[in-house]
């Protein structure tokens, strides 16, 4: 068997390598591989820390505000939660393959604090190319001015996804910064009727290879009209006009919205599993 030291701290003279392992699963990892791809691997820049085991990077880890399990064996998660539990819970989630992210989860559960919530079973999905059913032509990326108009509406979504008021703590201070950073980079896109923000969805990692979608919601008012799916489609054709495979994952026993994702043409690659704290 295969020893494996303990987790290390990667820096950027590691970054090829790390490159490589991220693209060879691209889809997964986007989340992380947008950041390396314009950070590289120094803590600061990142907004987190790479942790890997084996001279090859038998396993990679990406540990921030989320902790993102990102291969490697059990023997090699085992050495990711080691080294998690000994600088202590730190992240507002563990995410990732379901494979990674539920093993990790063993080893963690009975040192950290009590999960608020798991979702094991978050079928990951990816479409290349266009949408199969006609994109929302009033689905457009949000302006800059217009960042007080579509905030509620992102609110709304975090508060009705997460389960909690993402404007908690600071009153809102780091959440509009974050969706305002969104919005800045054309990521952010909306269905607007009036001052109304009706459609929503993000744009919320972008890589050379990936868009993963994010945030999408619909108006309680407005839902069951199919805004969501053409809203959907009309983010996924902007993806496919930059070239990116578009991605999402979604909860399991969301079913309205797994088949809608479907009817646009999306397929699933793997399952993602999510710890919320």
């Not at 791809?37 to 921030?64: K, Q, T």
């Not at 929302?136 to 709304?156: N, Q």
């Amino acid at each position: 068997m295969l020893r494996l030291a303990g987790a290390r701290l990667l820096d950027d003279r590691d970054r090829a390598g790390v490159r490589a392992v991220l693209e060879s699963d691209p889809i997964a990892t986007c989340m992380v591989a947008a950041r390396v791809e314009v950070a590289g691997l120094d803590p600061w820049r990142l907004g987190g820390e790479l942790w890997a085991v084996g001279n090859r990077l038998d396993g990679l880890c990406f540990s921030g505000a989320n902790l993102v399990p990102l291969r490697g064996e059990r023997a090699a998660v085992r050495s990711f939660a080691e080294r998690a539990r000994r600088h202590g819970r730190s992240c507002s989630s563990l995410v990732g393959r379901a494979e990674l992210v539920l093993p990790m989860w063993d080893d963690l559960a009975s040192h950290w604090a009590p999960a608020r919530e798991v979702r094991a079973d978050q079928p990951l999905m990816a479409l290349a190319g266009r949408p199969a059913i006609a994109p929302d032509p009033y689905v457009r990326p949000v302006r800059p001015s217009e960042l007080d108009r579509y905030l509620p509406a992102a609110v709304a979504m975090f508060t009705e996804e997460v389960g909690i008021d993402p404007r908690a703590g600071d009153g809102g201070v780091g959440y509009r910064s974050r969706v305002a950073e969104l919005v800045a980079a054309g990521r952010a896109f909306a269905r607007f009727e009036g001052d109304e923000v009706v459609f929503k969805a993000e744009i919320g990692a972008l890589s050379s290879h990936v868009g993963q979608i994010q945030g999408v919601w619909v108006h309680p008012d407005r839902r069951g009209h199919g805004l969501g799916t053409a809203g959907t489609a009309a983010v996924v054709e902007r993806l496919a006009a930059m070239g990116r495979v578009s991605s999402l994952y979604v909860n399991g026993f969301n079913h309205v919205a797994r088949s809608a994702y479907k009817r646009i043409g999306f397929t699933q690659v793997g399952s993602f599993a999510t710890v919320l704290f």
